[in-house]
Every structure is written in structure tokens, then in C-alpha cells.
């Protein structure tokens, strides 16, 4: 008998009216947690920071922040660091470091499952959650269950290496559930066969297929009832935990939600462009400033500052960071500059505000607004 469960996530690339420009696929920033550190280690700083400059995005500086980036974005990094190192194989070079443990609050819900089945059919019911545009699957079929992931970047530049940490993130899954030595009967991965395919069976210690419909990883079907293994433990996270961690409330197949998405990101690295935004859409600057405006009746300028005020009231309400240290993460040269826009956005210095509020009982991140 053959079973089949399935999650499509939100349609990817959403066409807005005239306007020119789609709403690009995203993913969390943490599926590239530990990945800036291996390139450093690996190829040096120089090539991290040229990857970095290229992208116009410091990943590295939120990689476990539970934020959104578009995907193109991601590809374009991997693909700038194999441009610049020379390294072909980089995703086999980072797939074995990578795991479902980094990705946030969804990876804890998922790893929170009794079962590897249960944790399977989380991950692809909940996968709206870490990204947009994807979908994930698993079958059983004659005894074999295969758990296959599609990624909606298939094909880019770049892409390769995220193929290959797929299957490592996909592995890291079933090994919190079968153990550290468990070896897959076969991988299948969705890019064309390399002129030397050896370097993908040595890593993934594993016959590897090419050209495939999506990234697989094959094993025995009796091992979907195993439990969760070794340090692993079960939490008390639910679904709206996750949703919960969302921190912007929009829609990430909206181009609005997206842009929105973004800015939040580079308002976390203290760096704020309109050409990032822009070139991670792939549109021009002026492009984008005119369907914001019609769209959402603001300009780029406007938004930053709406979301970094926002920002400004999280933590000031939700942690005891100091005016100083919120101004600096926010860019701002001097705590009076950041007060002086805090007081215009708010009517209120900094300082008024914290002590205006209750004192909160819950961290910031469960107290997490659903709408405007």
C-alpha cells in the first residue's frame, strides 16, 4: 500500500498587478546558522566578507534570529562563496554541520515529536512556517519510506549547495531518531550529476542519484516508529509557539510582507539599504519605491522607520538592554539620536516609555502581537 502525506507551502513567486515585481520565496535566516563560521574557517574572511558585500546582507550577524530573507538571497551567497573560494562542492562541505536543531522554534516542534513519522509529517504539515514556496513529502511504498523535500530554488545558481544541505539537514532529522551511525539506503538530489559524483557517495556514505524530482533520503519504513534517540529531548512546543516567533504579522506571499520581512532582517544587522531590498526582489530602486507607495501608501523611509520603532518597543518593553545598547543596534551614531526619532515616532523619550509599561511577564517573543 502505498502512503503518501503531504504540505504544499504558500505559492511561491506571487505576481502582483502591474507592477513588475513578484513576492520571492523566503526562508529563516537560521537554516543558514554555522554556516559563515565554516567559510571563515575554511576560505578566510576575505572571501566571507566579498560574499557578504555581494548580497548586501550580513547573515552571519542574525543567523539565529528567527527572521525571514529571501531565498534568492541565500543561493546568491552560497553561489558568490563557491565564485570566490573556487570550492565546487561547498554544500558537501557544509552539510554534515548542519542540523534541524539550529532552525529556531519550528526545528523544536519538530524534534518535539514522539515519533520519526510524527516529526516527518510536522515538519511538511508546519513548513509555511520556515519557508515559503516549498513543500516537503513522504511516502511509503513496498517497505521503503522516502522523505522528499522541493525546493523552490531549484535550478538557480547556487543551488546545488543548497540541494546538498537539504539531504544533510534531512539526515540530521532521522539520526535525532535512529542515532548518530544511522546511514540512509539512498539519496536522490534534484541538480544534474557532477563530473565526479564519488565526492557525494563519500560524503553521504550512500549510493547518490541525480536529476531527481526533489532531494530524497530513503530508508527502511519500520524506522518511522522509532522515538527520538540519544540527548534529544521532547519539549512542550506547540504549533502556536511557532507562529508565535513569526515577528512580523504579514503575509510572506505578499510582496508588501516580504519587503517588510527584509527590512526587519537588516534592521537586525544595524545596516538598513534600499538597494538590498531592492536587488534581493531583483528590481531597481525606483521600481520598488513606486509599488510601495501605490501598495502600501508609504515610502521605503517610512517603513524602516515604522518597523525599527516597533523594534524599539519590544525591547524596550521585553529586555533589559540599555538605551545606549538599543541605539547601536539600530545604527544610530548617538543614544540622542535614536531618542530624538523614538520621541517623534512615539511622543515619548525612551526611558518614559519603559517606565510607562507594566512590567512584563512574558518575553518578548511570546508576546507576540497577531495584527496591527
Not at 8 to 37: D, E, R, Y
Amino acid at each position: 500500500m502505498n502512503q503518501v502525506a503531504t504540505h504544499f507551502a504558500p505559492t511561491p513567486w506571487v505576481q502582483l498587478p502591474n507592477a513588475g515585481v513578484t513576492a520571492p520565496p523566503v526562508i529563516s535566516v537560521t537554516a543558514m546558522a554555522g554556516v559563515s563560521a565554516l567559510v571563515r574557517d575554511a576560505f578566510g574572511e576575505k572571501v566571507l566578507r566579498q560574499a557578504k558585500q555581494a548580497v548586501m546582507l550580513d547573515i552571519e550577524l542574525i543567523e539565529e534570529h528567527e527572521c525571514f530573507i529571501p531565498q534568492v538571497t541565500m543561493t546568491g551567497f552560497l553561489w558568490e562563496i563557491e565564485r570566490r573560494s573556487g570550492e565546487s562542492n561547498l554544500g558537501l562541505f557544509t552539510a554534515p554541520h548542519l542540523s534541524l536543531t539550529t532552525y529556531g522554534r519550528w526545528g523544536e516542534y519538530v524534534m518535539a515529536a514522539n515519533t520519526l513519522g510524527a516529526a516527518i509529517a510536522r515538519a511538511a504539515s508546519t513548513l509555511g512556517y520556515h519557508s515559503t514556496g516549498d513543500r516537503m513529502q513522504i511516502t511509503v511504498e513496498a517497505g521503503m519510506a522516502r522523505a522528499s523535500y522541493f525546493n523552490a530554488m531549484r535550478g538557480r545558481a547556487g543551488y546545488a549547495h543548497v540541494a546538498s544541505g537539504t539531504a544533510g539537514v534531512l539526515l540530521s532529522l532521522l539520526r535525532a531518531y535512529l542515532g548518530p551511525d544511522f546511514l540512509p539506503r539512498q539519496i536522490e538530489l534534484d541538480i544534474p550529476r557532477p563530473a565526479a559524483s564519488t565526492p557525494f557517495e563519500d560524503a553521504f556514505l550512500c549510493p547518490v542519484l541525480f536529476d531527481a524530482a526533489a532531494v530524497s533520503v530513503y530508508f527502511d519504513s519500520r524506522l518511522l516508529d522509532r522515538q527520538v534517540h540519544g540527548p534529544y529531548q521532547s519539549r512542550l512546543v506547540t504549533v502556536e509557539d511557532v507562529a508565535r516567533v513569526l515577528k512580523e504579522p504579514v503575509d510572506l506571499n505578499d510582496l508588501l510582507g516580504v519587503v517588510t520581512a527584509h527590512i526587519r532582517a537588516q534592521v537586525q544587522t544595524g545596516v538598513v539599504t534600499i538597494d538590498s531590498t531592492a536587488r534581493a526582489l531583483g528590481t531597481s530602486v525606483r521600481t520598488l519605491q513606486r509599488v510601495l507607495r501605490r501598495d502600501g501608501g508609504a515610502d521605503f523611509r517610512e517603513l524602516v522607520n515604522f518597523i525599527r520603532m516597533r523594534r524599539a518597543k519590544e525591547l524596550l518593553d521585553g529586555s533589559n538592554a540599555s538605551i545606549a545598547e538599543i541605539a547601536t543596534e539600530f545604527g544610530y551614531s548617538t543614544p540622542a539620536n535614536f531618542a530624538r526619532a523614538f520621541r517623534k515616532a512615539t511622543g515619548l523619550a525612551p526611558q518614559e516609555y519603559r517606565t510607562s509599561r507594566p512590567t512584563p511577564t512574558r518575553s518578548v517573543v511570546e508576546d507576540r502581537p497577531t495584527s496591527e
